[in-house]
């Protein structure tokens, strides 16, 4: 199969990150790119989990720090456990953070839109507002897309659809979407003065504050994380549900896990008065790579969430950056298939081995099955209990003789839902694989 | 805040002419759990004198229901060119 008898060099299905960046790099090299978006604009059906972690950005817009549509930068980390009454969080603040940029916030329908120009400046053909309804396939290789049952062609796809990607489904090169792979993400754009933003969460400037949560108050078994990022002057605040829990308990409704965190009495301080502007929701892909695609084929490679790229340890959710990182490999896999006028399996296969050298499948490998452990019963039901009651037992002054600290603790410990071996193997296990 | 305020928030281009999401009645009718009703955030599934009513307008397409029923009801597509939920903040 040879170049030049195509519409298009590439065709890239979907503006976020991932497609955008995509498009982005095979414009900048002189490819014959279509970006296309099934929103319009771009980023109006999207929703980020709210940090843009790393410096990704930098590979497709090298001044992106400055042109950017970005909110605040991250100085502020938390990681808390909520209980009923209680929060016992590890704060973490630096201001080396201002030196060394780690992450920023970010509002997606700002961002995507902004990537999706980019695209189009650097001379990608930008549609927005189409939906692709299937690839064209000839002899089981991807030539193209079909659109209201008129097709385009291309050498080569690039499917970046997000992570519910209807039309690789479709193809059937990735399997449907299961409870194993995804959660349910919802969220909430909380309006707030800048002012106020930055007296709740002691901020100064355009520094941001970024959380995340277990939510171990939850009944009946049901599992969810909770995340609150600082915009410039608005709270993104969500929950992550598993799927498989709520399902076993079988009469919680996930929008009101999210009502209840935004009620939590360590929570509802730091959004009261503000005026909710938006209420969304998105799935999470979850599995890393144990239920990843193939990654690539003939005619086409699967980049950002459709493809599963993302990570959460409990104390980071990351999506975007691997997105992007995976974008920009599969437009260089592109590139290089374009000057071999190539674009079978094989020639597209260093994808693969790009990705594997990279960042993101050297993390998503490294930390297999991780998120068995971030959805476990010692982090969800166990720990968040636990901590609370060796801290009130430290902290609580009632007159009465002092015991020893280690006591205190090994009370607590023994005062847990969980087997004393147990929970050692369990926290051991947590901890290797972190 | 009750849900269906949240919803009220949002901009939705809705199409009249296209159900994206489409469900099969007849295995709705001897579903033993209607998990759709728990896990869809916006309400799109509740059940009106036991059977479940469906409306596709306030979908935020998230695809939750798709994974939610286990049992095959539900049809997920996108909607057309720029149609449905539209979102000023992602």
């Known amino acids: 199969m040879s170049g030049g008898m195509s519409d298009f060099d590439v065709i890239v299905v979907g503006a976020g990150p991932a497609g955008s960046s995509a498009a982005i790099k095979l414009a900048s090299s002189g490819s014959n790119v279509l970006l296309v978006e099934r929103a319009d604009p771009p980023g109006s059906k999207a929703v980020s989990g709210g940090i843009l972690w790393g410096k990704e950005l930098e590979k497709v817009v090298p001044d992106w720090e400055k042109v950017t549509p970005l909110e605040r930068f991250i100085e502020y980390k938390s990681t808390a456990f909520l209980t009923e009454e209680s929060k016992v969080s590890v704060d973490f603040r630096t201001k080396k953070f201002e030196k060394s940029k780690t992450g920023y916030s970010v509002l997606r329908a700002k961002l995507d839109q902004f990537l999706a120009q980019k695209a189009k400046a650097a001379g990608a053909t930008l549609v927005t507002g189409i939906t692709v309804d299937s690839l064209s396939m000839k002899d089981g290789i991807v030539n193209g897309v079909v659109q209201d049952g008129e097709t385009v062609t291309a050498n080569t796809v690039i499917l970046a659809e997000g992570t519910n990607p209807r039309v690789a489904i479709e193809a059937g090169l990735r399997k449907p979407l299961s409870d194993l792979d995804s959660a349910i993400g919802i969220k909430e754009v909380v309006k707030l003065s800048e002012n106020t933003i930055n007296e709740r969460f002691n901020l100064k400037g355009n520094a941001g504050y970024a959380g995340e949560f277990v939510l171990g108050f939850l009944e009946g078994g049901v599992r969810a ?210 | 805040m009750q849900v269906e305020e949240k919803l009220a928030l949002l901009n939705y281009k809705t199409d009249p002419a296209y159900a994206h999401i489409t469900i099969d009645e007849s295995i709705c009718e001897t579903c033993p759990d209607h998990f759709c009703t728990f896990g869809c955030p916006a309400k799109c599934y509740t059940i009106i004198d036991g059977r479940i009513n469906f409306k596709y307008e306030d979908c935020v397409e998230c695809g939750t229901c798709v994974i939610a029923c286990a049992h095959g009801s539900v049809k997920w597509t996108n909607p057309k060119g720029g149609q449905g939920i539209k979102y000023k903040f992602g």
């Open chain 1, 225 to 434: 994380g909770g995340f609150m990022y600082t915009n410039k002057d608005s709270l993104s605040v969500g929950v992550v549900i598993s799927l498989p829990h709520l399902r076993e308990n079988g009469k919680t409704y996930a929008y009101d896990i999210m009502e209840k965190f935004m009620q939590h009495p360590y929570v509802s301080p730091l959004v009261e008065g503000g005026q909710v502007q938006e209420y969304s929701a998105h799935l999470v892909s979850e599995g890393g790579v144990n239920s990843m695609p193939d990654l690539y084929g003939d005619g086409y490679m699967i980049a950002g969430d459709s493809a599963g790229f993302t990570f959460s340890n409990g104390m980071v959710i990351q999506g975007m950056n691997y997105a992007i990182a995976s974008g920009v490999l599969a437009a260089e896999t592109a590139i290089e298939a374009i000057k071999k006028k190539e674009f079978t399996r094989g020639a597209l296969s260093s994808y693969q081995s790009k990705l594997e050298r990279s960042q993101v499948l050297m993390d998503l490998r490294k930390f297999r099955g991780i998120d068995r452990l971030v959805w476990s019963r010692l982090v969800h039901e166990t720990a968040p209990e636990m901590l609370e009651n060796i801290l009130f037992g430290i902290f609580y002054e009632d007159g009465s003789p002092k015991k020893h600290l280690a006591n205190t603790i090994l009370q607590g410990i023994s005062g847990s839902n969980m087997k004393k071996s147990e929970l050692i193997m369990e926290t051991y296990r947590m901890l290797r694989r972190m």
